[in-house]
């Protein structure tokens, strides 16, 4: 059973950082393209990176330059690294495969980053 865990959110100020883990289970994980994507309350779920199995990144333009994507395929762990962080970016994150498609693992619990002063 293929499982996604989201974790590493919290309460931040703005200007400030926080690195987010997703530990995926059940999937051959370093042969997937995996992204991290977010969830404003009223808001429909958005793609913000991506990386390949070969390293290559992507990024939405709302992000690029503040956030980093990367992998440790060897703990099946995918990471973002957020810096510069702004109360817009205040969002529930998760990770999955990229893109999403109806064959993509279901969504895990997701973990909570609230950008505010």
């Known amino acids: 059973q293929v499982q996604l865990v989201e974790s590493g959110g919290g309460l931040v100020q703005p200007g400030g950082s926080l690195r987010l883990s997703c530990a995926a289970s059940?999937?051959?994980?370093?042969?997937?393209?995996m992204g991290w994507y977010r969830q404003a309350p009223g808001k429909q779920r958005e793609f913000i990176a991506s990386?390949?199995?070969?390293?290559?990144?992507r990024y939405a333009d709302s992000v690029k330059g503040r956030f980093t994507i990367s992998r440790d395929n060897a703990k099946n762990t995918l990471y973002l690294q957020m810096s510069s962080l702004k109360p817009e970016d205040t969002a529930v994150y998760y990770c999955?495969?990229?893109?999403?498609?109806?064959?993509?693992?279901?969504w895990g619990q997701g973990t909570q980053v609230t950008v505010s002063s």
């Open positions: 059940g999937i051959i994980f370093g042969l997937n393209v």
């Open positions: 999955n495969t990229s893109p999403y498609n109806p064959y993509s693992p279901k």
């Open positions: 990386i390949g199995t070969g390293g290559s990144t």
